[in-house]
Structures are given as structure tokens and as C-alpha cells.
């Protein structure tokens, strides 16, 4: 149907840099958005940003200025540049795709980042 591969994450120190992409393949016809979610352990998955078809983009206020959203439509990537990066970042980091009344989650990535 439609898969999201997620890649890029790693291990950091604090004020370091990573940069997630996320591919989406299969039987793609009409992506309402793209976004990136995380989950910490203990806690409930939150929206880290988002970008929709229109190119209007969100962001979670703990990210605002430090993280940004992209994409490219001919490859169907998007991507996670992540600067100054703080441990409180450290989380598994999940790929969405929205199309019509579907979602769809790729199986995450791991982003650790070190004091």
C-alpha cells in the first residue's frame, strides 16, 4: 500500500546537528502531508512538524527556530534538519504521511542526544 522508510538518526552531543529523511513509496496518489512526530520513552507520541501539499509547514514550540521541515516532491521524501539540538530531543523520531482519510507511520527512527 504505502510504506515511509526513515533514516539519519544517530547519536549526538548537545548543540549537534542530524538530519532525518523519510521516503514514501507504493500506491501514492495524493498526499494531503507529510510530517514528523516523536516519542520518548513513558511518554505519548507528539508532532515535531509538519508540512502540507500547500506548503504551509508547522512546528511544535519546543522546536521552533532550531528544527526545519522540507521536502521534495519528485523524490516523495521528506526531510528533518535538526540544529542545536538539546537532550530533550532524544526520542524515536516517526515518519506520517496523510492521504484522503489515511495515515500511514514508518517504523521509526532513533535520535539520542548527550549532554
Known amino acids: 500500500q504505502v510504506q515511509l522508510v526513515e533514516s539519519g538518526g544517530g547519536l549526538v552531543q548537545a548543540g549537534g546537528s542530524l538530519r532525518l529523511s523519510c521516503a514514501a513509496s507504493g500506491s501514492i496518489f495524493s498526499i494531503n502531508g507529510m510530517g514528523w512526530y516523536r516519542q520518548a520513552p513513558g511518554k505519548q507520541r507528539e508532532l515535531v512538524a509538519r508540512i502540507f501539499s500547500g506548503g504551509r509547514t508547522i512546528y511544535a514550540d519546543s522546536v521552533k527556530g532550531r528544527f526545519t521541515i522540507s521536502g521534495d516532491n519528485a523524490k516523495k521524501t521528506v526531510y528533518l534538519q535538526m540544529s542545536s539540538l538539546k537532550p530533550e530531543d532524544t526520542a524515536v523520531y516517526y515518519c506520517?504521511?496523510?492521504?484522503?482519510?489515511?495515515?500511514?507511520w514508518g517504523q521509526g527512527t532513533q535520535v539520542t542526544v548527550s549532554s
Open positions: 506520517n504521511l496523510m492521504q484522503g482519510w489515511n495515515d500511514y
